[in-house]
């Protein structure tokens, strides 16, 4: 039977067909066991020991910059910032001040999880009527509608000031110095804003700031940014104020109202990030740690529970019943994610309790059926819940503190709003509001949008065991799920279950846009290294699989070693590098 090839839909233009034939594509598996001394299928390379700390980021250089901080005393708080720092200069394409950030930190001292949601608000002065008055049905993706007050540099102090040790001037210094000096641009980066260019160049300041005489940095081309290494200096001496009050903001507020945008001084000046509680669910003996809504992490909760009934072991990993259950878990979880998943300040009766319940996952999976797909998937109802591009990085210092923290300017590089003198580009975000009223999602003044971004911890017997996290949009809880799913039930390494082939279902119902109801079963990406047998038999029970170059996400990991120290992994789909000391 011919395995059918779906068209990409627009918003995912990223995952470019690939022009190999999809027979040959899947046929071609990654190393065998037999091709390794240490018989492991899927690792690109060893998992990393070390006995003090460790740091996986997805670039060398900001992993190093973590190591240095916490050599020199610092938390692994500390190190986490001072690499975020250097991230948005040195990885423009996944993250900035100008975007958002969440985080989860293990406080050895008070042996508890801790979260941040440092997500920012919708301005005040936009409303749903101004978009139905343009005549709009989805918010667009670049220029000033979509931008939201960004959130990161907020959380950076929110996190210090409980964790850290060292000055902030001194976790900001690298980034300030790299981006006076110039650094080499790596591979994938560069892959990336050479897409980003043609798309974000017409937006004031993006041409002038981060473009080399109009085009992308070119892969090993030495980038300079001046206008971040100023504002990273502003903030460094004045800290979180100098951002969100000072002549920063009042940049940021002129240059908007000069281009049809809507962020103001006063948008900036009144945001505010919050400690929030982890929620979790166990899969197999393991507490698997999410934030709560307005994310998504629940969603990963949501897919493990459904598949917790089912003997995935048994099955093995890239088998047909392996792919199927996973695909039908997803589009479960997702259809919940489209209704109920939202900012719980407009949406307070978001049932997350009950919905990462066992019991409601028992009554989700009766609608799985093991020899054909969903073509629907509704979410649950009222009555049933009755009771409530992006960067992706993570630090252990010699402590015990371990920080799972994600960073992104969403999409890409953002809405290419690059304030003139700033260095940065502020986040779209606000595209993932939905323009219809009564929608758990719809944009208010004031509101926090669904979110995507989503770190994650795993704790066993009340210890923590794993801090890891998954970039890359819808992505990210499937990436979740199967990177636990990879280890817990296939037996896999830290390294090999994050170069392990991966799935991504594609097509459900979104909580944003016009949120359309998926009716036809989406679509199946997989990743070159499954069976063409198991292929064929996805088609045969009515899965529309496809293959895609580009959308599996971006994968870094730290675990604790039982015999003392850590274990690193690092994502080979990205620049990146783990690390230790």
Same mark, same amino acid.
């Given at each position: 039977m011919p395995v059918s090839i779906s068209a990409l839909r627009p918003r995912r233009a990223a995952a470019l067909l690939a022009p190999l034939a999809l027979a040959c594509a899947f046929a071609l598996a990654p190393a065998h066991a037999a091709d390794r001394i240490g018989g492991k299928t899927f690792a690109t390379r060893s998992e990393v020991y070390a006995p003090h700390a460790m740091a996986a980021t997805s670039h060398p250089l900001t992993t190093q910059i973590a190591l240095d901080a916490m050599k020199a005393g610092g938390s692994a708080v500390d190190a986490a910032i001072a690499a975020n720092a250097a991230l948005g200069l040195m990885e423009p394409t996944g993250n900035g001040v100008g975007g958002d950030l969440f985080a989860i930190v293990w406080d050895p001292k008070t042996k508890k999880l801790y979260g941040y949601n440092g997500s920012g608000r919708s301005p005040r002065s936009l409303s749903l009527a101004e978009f139905q008055k343009r005549g709009l049905k989805e918010i667009p993706p670049h220029g000033p509608l979509p931008v939201t007050v960004p959130g990161a540099v907020d959380g950076w102090f929110a996190l210090h000031e409980r964790f850290g040790r060292k000055p902030m001037a001194e976790n900001l210094a690298p980034a300030i110095r790299y981006a006076r000096e110039g650094h080499p641009v790596h591979e994938v980066i560069a892959y990336y804003w050479n897409a980003s260019v043609p798309r974000l160049?017409?937006?004031?300041?993006?041409?002038?700031?981060?473009?080399?005489?109009?085009?992308?940095?070119?892969?090993?081309?030495?980038?300079?940014?001046?206008?971040?290494?100023?504002?990273?200096?502003?903030?460094?001496?004045?800290?979180?104020?100098?951002?969100?009050?000072?002549? &920063?903001?009042?940049?940021?507020g002129? =240059?908007?109202?000069?281009?049809? +945008?809507?962020? #103001?001084?006063?948008?900036?000046?009144?945001?505010h990030g919050e400690w929030v509680e982890p929620v979790?669910?166990?899969?197999?003996?393991?507490?698997?740690?999410?934030?709560?809504?307005?994310?998504?992490?629940?969603?990963?909760?949501? &897919?493990?529970?459904?598949?917790?009934? =089912?003997?995935?072991?048994?099955? +093995?990993?890239? #088998?047909v019943e392996h792919v199927h259950l996973f695909a039908e878990a997803k589009k479960l979880a997702f259809a919940d994610r489209a209704r109920w998943y939202a900012d719980p300040a407009f949406e307070q009766s978001s049932p997350v309790a009950k919905l990462i319940s066992k019991d409601y996952a028992a009554q989700r999976r009766k609608l799985i059926s093991l020899d054909k797909v969903l073509k629907e998937a509704q979410p649950a109802t009222p009555a049933q819940l009755d009771q409530g591009d992006t960067i992706y990085m993570t630090v252990a210092d010699a402590d015990g503190m371990m920080v799972s923290l994600i960073q992104s300017n969403y999409r890409g590089m953002g809405s290419g709003m690059a304030p003139p003198g700033l260095g940065f580009i502020f986040q779209d975000r606000g595209e993932q509001f939905v323009l219809k009223e009564g929608h758990p999602n719809s944009f208010a003044p004031g509101k926090r949008p669904f979110h995507t971004i989503i770190p994650a911890f795993v704790t066993k017997d009340g210890k923590p065991w794993l801090s890891f996290g998954v970039m890359g949009g819808a992505m990210q809880p499937q990436g979740h799920a199967q990177i636990l799913i990879n280890m817990i039930d296939f037996g896999m390494n830290l390294q090999e279950a994050g170069d392990a082939p991966r799935i991504q279902h594609d097509g459900s119902t979104e909580p944003a846009g016009q949120a359309v109801a998926m009716s036809d079963g989406g679509e199946l990406d997989l990743e070159t290294g499954f069976s063409y047998e198991t292929v064929r038999e996805l088609v045969r029970r009515g899965h529309s699989v496809r293959f895609a170059l580009g959308?599996?996400?971006?994968?870094?990991?730290?675990?604790?070693?039982?015999?003392?120290?850590?274990?690193?992994?690092?994502?080979?789909r990205k620049d990146g590098q783990a690390a230790g000391y």
């Open positions: 160049s017409k937006w004031p300041g993006f041409k002038e700031q981060f473009t080399i005489d109009g085009r992308a940095p070119r892969t090993g081309e030495m980038w300079k940014n001046p206008n971040l290494a100023h504002t990273l200096e502003q903030i460094a001496q004045g800290g979180r104020d100098a951002f969100y009050k000072g002549a &920063i903001a009042r940049t940021v002129a =240059y908007f109202k000069a281009n049809g +945008g809507y962020l #103001s001084y006063e948008d900036m000046a009144a945001h979790s669910s166990n899969y197999r003996g393991y507490d698997v740690w999410e934030l709560p809504p307005n994310g998504q992490g629940i969603a990963a909760l949501q &897919i493990l529970n459904i598949l917790e009934g =089912y003997d995935l072991k048994s099955h +093995g990993f890239g #088998s959308p599996y996400g971006g994968y870094q990991a730290i675990m604790v070693n039982p015999n003392g120290g850590y274990v690193g992994a690092s994502e080979s």
